[in-house]
């Protein structure tokens, strides 16, 4: 199969995925190829498959970004398919998973153009320290931390107001254990959970640090298989991002189906359970 692995012309940072799975597919006997999606000389109809994989500037492109999608989706097949990408694209999907009884982290969401007093909100709900961010976003774009106890309550409400007027915005609770035990992303491919990497808080500017976790727990696992199941949203790969509260449940942050990191250097087995998966759908599609 002729298979495009989407990035995009200027990456904002490193992808480690794409060598470990274009090997992946070239060794499984795949022609994969590397373009990026605002890359206007590409003939994405010429592929057999389009695996959306480091599209990591979408949120500064959007309106661009998703008509590419639409377009081609018309042309060949998409791998996640359109309607789960075009969910997972704003996080207010966070809502639903919610209502289906989902731990989120405690978030408010508000409209471009909304006009809030970020210390009224967060009296409100006894928040002392708050994370604000777009509601339309990849890796930390546009995202800051903010301590009102420290006196960053004027800091915070000029970043909510630059940014509201321009777009989505959400502001949702510091939870101080991403400060400890960090964050945990759960990688589901195929249906299967197969590595879980600890991931540490990073805002504007800031690089990643993740790492491999050696054992996944019962809560995980079940959380992870809770989240999927009320998503409801056909994918070949998932990565599920929970944080534990201050007594320790779990929450999820993000159910990520677009543009996940899945951190292949770290579980090669990841990409051949990855390549069998693009192999199984296709099989179905050309069938």
Not at 147 to 170: I, P, S, T, Y
Request: charged letters at 25%; proline letters at 4%; hydrophobic letters at 40%.
């Amino acid at each position: 199969m002729k298979i495009a692995y989407v990035s995009c012309k200027n990456l904002p940072e490193p992808d480690i995925d794409e060598i470990p799975l274009v090997e992946g597919l070239r060794s499984a006997g795949h022609d994969a190829t590397v373009a990026g999606w605002d890359d206007e000389s590409v003939d994405w109809s010429r592929f057999d498959a389009i695996l959306i994989r480091a599209t990591w500037d979408y949120a500064q492109h959007l309106d661009a970004f998703c008509a590419w999608i639409t377009r081609v989706n018309e042309q060949t097949t998409l791998i996640n398919p359109i309607e789960t990408l075009e969910w997972n694209l704003h996080k207010g999907y966070l809502t639903e998973m919610q209502d289906a009884g989902i731990p989120i982290i405690p978030t408010a969401f508000f409209d471009q153009g909304a006009s809030a007093s970020v210390i009224e909100l967060c009296e409100s709900r006894g928040w002392a320290r708050i994370v604000i961010k777009p509601t339309v976003s990849a890796g930390s774009f546009g995202t800051r931390a903010f301590d009102l106890c420290k006196g960053e309550v004027g800091a915070a409400q000029a970043f909510f107001d630059e940014m509201v007027a321009q777009r989505e915005m959400m502001v949702q609770r510091y939870i101080p254990s991403v400060d400890t035990v960090g964050e945990t992303a759960l990688i589901v491919i195929g249906g299967e959970l197969t590595h879980a990497i600890e991931k540490r808080p990073r805002f504007d500017d800031q690089d990643e640090q993740v790492f491999l976790r050696e054992s996944i727990s019962d809560e995980m696992r079940e959380i992870a298989t809770k989240v999927i199941d009320a998503a409801n949203k056909d994918h070949l790969y998932a990565r599920v991002d929970v944080i534990p509260d201050e007594d320790g449940s779990l929450m999820l942050s993000e159910l990520e189906m677009l543009e996940p990191s899945l951190f292949f250097p770290y579980c090669e087995r990841a990409v051949e359970v990855f390549v069998r998966g693009v192999e199984k759908r296709m099989s179905t599609v050309q069938s």
